[in-house]
């Protein structure tokens, strides 16, 4: 890898833990405005210091994000669908260009295995890899999983290591059980989305389990920001991913810190 590269890659993933608690809120690009997320700055303003790394869309990052914000921008370049039609056929919507004047320090796609889209997904993801590589911007695959889809080792590790063979520098997948083959079998940092809002000691627990069975951390978003409080969860979320706090210590945490403006 080269330096720009590597150098994007550590401004995303602490090198000094070797683990990244990224925070989701690029959801509006298919579902419009989601739970949590109708008034975007309101939300992620207080988030944003405890955010390793934002996850966003480029129109949300220009119209939400003050360019004085030092966080680095893992940007989407997907999409083109929305929840009324088939999501699977995602295709690019940003060049790299744009993703440069953003100052992106990653790229990511999602990629739909088994799904209609899948062919243009994965040619997709291989043509932006060759655009990552050309630039030093590393891509990050989210293995999507359509609604028919199983979210178990079997077809969560297909589509992790799928991504990687094309090329992607960084994967964003589920929490499964037997977990630790998805990331054994693909040599990259692998990190685990929340998905749906659980209790706030169930969505600890679950990061808890994907960073011991080897991931480098999370890509959360409802988990955090529809939260009771959002900035206690991603404090909690930080303690078990960078200080290997333990659901227990975690969830203790986010109580302590609860209510009290954290
Ligand atoms: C998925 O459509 C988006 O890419 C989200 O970034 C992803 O699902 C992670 O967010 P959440 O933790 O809410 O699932």
Redesign the pocket.
């Known amino acids: 890898m080269e330096w720009g590269m590597r150098n994007r890659m550590n401004r995303m993933i602490n090198p000094e833990t070797g683990r990244i608690v990224m925070l989701?809120?690029?959801?509006g690009?298919?579902?419009g405005p989601t739970t949590g997320l109708r008034e975007l700055s309101k939300t992620i303003d207080p988030l944003l210091p405890h955010a390793d790394t934002l996850?966003i869309t480029r129109g949300m990052v220009r119209n939400c994000v003050d360019p004085s914000n030092r966080v680095p921008i893992m940007l989407?370049v997907s999409g083109g669908t929305s929840i009324l039609g088939e999501l699977s056929h995602e295709g690019l919507t940003t060049d790299m260009e744009d993703a440069i004047r953003i100052n992106a320090c990653g790229i990511?796609l999602?990629i739909f295995v088994g799904a209609p889209g899948e062919k243009e997904t994965l040619l997709n993801l291989g043509k932006l890899c060759n655009m990552g590589a050309r630039y030093g911007i590393p891509v990050m695959a989210?293995t999507?999983v359509g609604r028919e889809m199983a979210r178990d080792a079997r077809y969560l590790g297909l589509a992790s290591r799928i991504a990687v063979e094309l090329g992607a520098h960084m994967v964003?997948t589920?929490y499964c059980e037997d977990f630790e083959q998805v990331v054994k079998a693909a040599p990259v940092p692998i990190v685990i989305?929340?998905?749906?809002?659980i209790a706030e000691k169930d969505a600890l627990e679950m990061a808890w389990k994907a960073v011991q069975a080897g991931a480098a951390g999370?890509?959360?978003?409802?988990?955090?920001?529809?939260s009771e409080d959002p900035v206690a969860m991603i404090k909690a979320v930080r303690g078990v991913v960078h200080d290997n706090l333990n659901p227990g210590q975690a969830y203790e945490m986010f109580q302590d810190l609860k209510g009290k403006g954290a």
Not at 218 to 226: A, E, H, L, S, T
């Open positions: 989701a809120v690029d959801h690009y298919f579902q996850m989407r990511t999602s989210v999507a964003k589920y989305a929340g998905g749906k809002k999370v890509d959360m978003g409802r988990n955090i920001f529809q």
